[in-house]
């Protein structure tokens, strides 16, 4: 009761009136190392519970007819959820433990003398009824047709409006396609489904755990929830993020302004370790789109993606490169400039593709040629057309608008790990902590910006 | 107010009996994209102060004569903090926004008209009170002289336990180091310094945010924090500990029980992803030690170490291979076994230092000869004894217990990344969802012993 993310919770059962949820605090006086802050005081408890709108009910948790009975009330409260206090005893039944400190998680001396102590093995068993709710959840009218939003190749949108539209298309397409918002919708455009959507919408305000923890009790009931913030906040649901993966939850992670380029806002807001802490985490995809009609069309893909998918978007608008209903699988890459005279591949994703672009032609006028890269999937990762890159223009420039560290740069190292010949690889990253400027001259004072690569890709051919 | 850190910090405050402390809530209503859950209703926010223990005050924010006497109010409140609530209007004395949502971040259209609506440019100027307590913090009386604890060559114990006696050591020799523990102080082995300091030992309970949070509060006053917890509860606090190096903030966070290794408790106690997160934390230190009296030589290393120190210790007890005060650098690495015939190079850390030894022991009585690095500083790595080993052995393998992406391996691999001749970098790490087994079947069903470590090693040669 200590962590916070209990407080989230508590505060957002109440506020969506969930009172056919009931919690039981088992309140044993121990913790790990010794007593906690309130022992066995079920006063502050039920103070809390209360101040943020739940019923609390104070029992004996080791009186079978006073656990009855509290659960009989907690029926009967039909206004809000309820919390049921219930005092024990840690290891109870079994003196040589029975609130005592210094147990935890350690095995008993002598099992089976406790196991007589507790009335010896009795085989009790227990028939629990089934919910009375229908098996299958409910799922919103749908047209089952999936019509993506598209972008005129030459105009410029960001990532992260595309990720709104492209969400709305599905929403419309799929009845199971929920959206969660961390309140900050109108940035990372979930508003939009927010707005199409009102009824599959779930506002957790800034309270990123519960977000997290809404979207896994979603996926469990079998729906497809879409949770987008910024990348920067989804670091406060890291642990929840971490244990959904190891609960094999399939839920999508969208993580908007991303990077210096977000420009003004300072480094409190830009997510520069998010590809990093999102790669480590087990069984997870990582995209980071670098053009709008490529982040739709990926959003295809994700829906139906198990385990935990992070999409990273820009805040500001890019170029439209690819035209629209160009399928893009995840695992892909794009080779968006190549000649047979390439002697520098340059490997880059999202806002850094298009510094990337600039760099090749500042090249190209130096009689440089050079091939680039859009490696919007950092995992998996194209490994077949990296290692080909790296055979045929023989050194290759990765650029991230993240730390140096575990981001586009490490996953593109990865690839070529156990080859015997490799091409000398340069990593370009952000490396200083950055403060406040423009886009454009945060993306020039953090070393990743075309006159930078192109400076990196001269040093290196 | 919606997030759950919020409320660890109430209940800290007021359990430490912090009276001197008073915070203020500016309740004005909306938050970026519309109301917030409870809007203008002070009501909900003064009863959680009031259930969390303390004093609140709800006033009009606007009103000069009401805050003046809101905070009288709080200098006589001497037994609980005190939180005054303020109901103010977003946007207040400009009409075109005021209490208007939609313009949450954004720049005014006319700033001129808002100025001179405000009052127009008045250079106010307010002095403020110094604080009247001494300007240096409290230092407990210390010996000035640093008896680091020893451990017998050939002997077992755990660098968690080495952690917690140079703790100690630390503690006696220095009167500015400080321990805080997240209710797990008997696994980290803070517990010791507990005992020995009571008196600037901080229980945080099992509230990691506000652990880091007390961290960062002390250093700010010239103290030398030490925190732990297991390594997989500190994602819980990844927020603030990117917070904390942005703020350039000096802590040191150390996390057991980290990798597989930690046997029978389940993939939710084991940190796997600690050194991705905390290698991608800016300006961060990420140490791994092997052996205890190293742990101890790096602790008197950290002491001083500026911005984010993160130290991985081990639940297994391993052998001591390393003499007693043998100095172990940040930034260094050690050959343990070296011949001139090596043609092959395991470099590990922590507990698959000692796999890869095992390693090397199993491919002697084949004829292939292993050189191992122990490689504890993973951030900054020792690049030229790794480059040197490269070049001499032709080939590397990294073994690590932590997910393949952003860890031991990666940090590796980013030393020989440019390098236009690179020796084939084999990653063994942990590739599955581990379940429940003893320490050495989950180091073999992870691929990660010495036995897939010699295998590895054959395939490679």
């Not at 957790?204 to 729906?223: D, F, H, K, P, T």
């Not at 200083?432 to 890709?457: K, M, R, V």
Request: glycine share 10%.
């Amino acid at each position: 009761m200590a962590e916070g993310s209990i407080w989230e919770a508590f505060e957002s059962a109440a506020f969506h009136s969930l009172a056919n949820l009931t919690a039981i605090v088992d309140v044993n006086r121990l913790g790990q190392t010794g007593e906690t802050m309130h022992g066995w005081d079920l006063e502050p408890f039920a103070r809390r519970g209360q101040a943020f709108g739940w019923h609390a009910i104070e029992i004996d948790g080791h009186d079978l007819g006073a656990i009855d009975q509290a659960y009989a009330e907690a029926l009967v409260t039909t206004d809000r959820p309820t919390v049921i206090l219930a005092r024990t005893e840690k290891g109870h039944g079994v003196a040589v433990v029975a609130n005592k400190n210094g147990f935890h998680g350690k095995p008993l001396a002598d099992p089976e003398a406790a196991i007589a102590e507790l009335g010896g093995l009795r085989n009790i068993s227990v028939s629990v009824p089934a919910p009375n709710g229908p098996a299958t959840p409910h799922r919103f009218p749908a047209s089952g047709e999936l019509h993506l939003p598209s972008y005129e190749v030459g105009t410029k949108e960001a990532t992260r409006k595309a990720y709104g539209d492209a969400l709305v298309a599905l929403g419309a397409a799929r009845g199971d396609v929920v959206a969660l918002d961390g309140e900050v919708g109108n940035s990372t455009y979930s508003e939009e489904f927010a707005t199409a959507y009102p009824e599959r919408f779930i506002q957790s305000y800034i309270a990123e755990q519960q977000m997290v923890a809404n979207a896994i009790g979603l996926q469990v009931r079998g729906w497809r929830p879409f949770a987008a913030t910024f990348a920067a906040f989804l670091s406060r649901a890291y642990d929840f993020v971490r244990m959904a993966a190891i609960s094999r939850a399939d839920i999508v992670l969208t993580g908007s302004h991303a990077g210096v380029s977000i420009g003004e806002d300072g480094p409190s807001q830009m997510a520069l370790e998010d590809l990093a802490s999102m790669r480590a985490v087990f069984g997870s995809t990582v995209l980071y789109p670098s053009d709008p009609n490529q982040t739709a069309a990926l959003m295809a893909e994700v829906v139906d993606r198990r385990g935990i998918v992070f999409l990273r978007t820009t805040r500001e608008k890019l170029p439209v490169l690819y035209p629209p209903g160009e399928p893009f699988a995840i695992g892909g890459s794009r080779v968006v400039r190549a000649t047979d005279a390439d002697v520098v591949t340059l490997v880059a994703a999202g806002i850094t593709l298009h510094e990337a672009l600039a760099a090749a032609l500042l090249l190209a006028e130096e009689g440089i040629a050079a091939r680039v890269i859009d490696c919007y999937s950092i995992k998996p990762i194209d490994a077949a057309t990296l290692r080909a890159a790296g055979v045929e223009t023989g050194a290759i420039i990765t650029v991230e608008d993240h730390w140096p560290e575990g981001g586009l740069g490490d996953a593109v190292l990865e690839v070529f790990a156990a080859d015997a010949d490799r091409p000398p690889i340069v990593k370009l990253a952000v490396r200083h902590l950055p403060g406040s400027a423009t886009p454009s001259e945060q993306l020039a004072l953090a070393g990743i910006d075309a006159a930078h690569i192109a400076a990196a890709a001269r040093d290196l051919v």
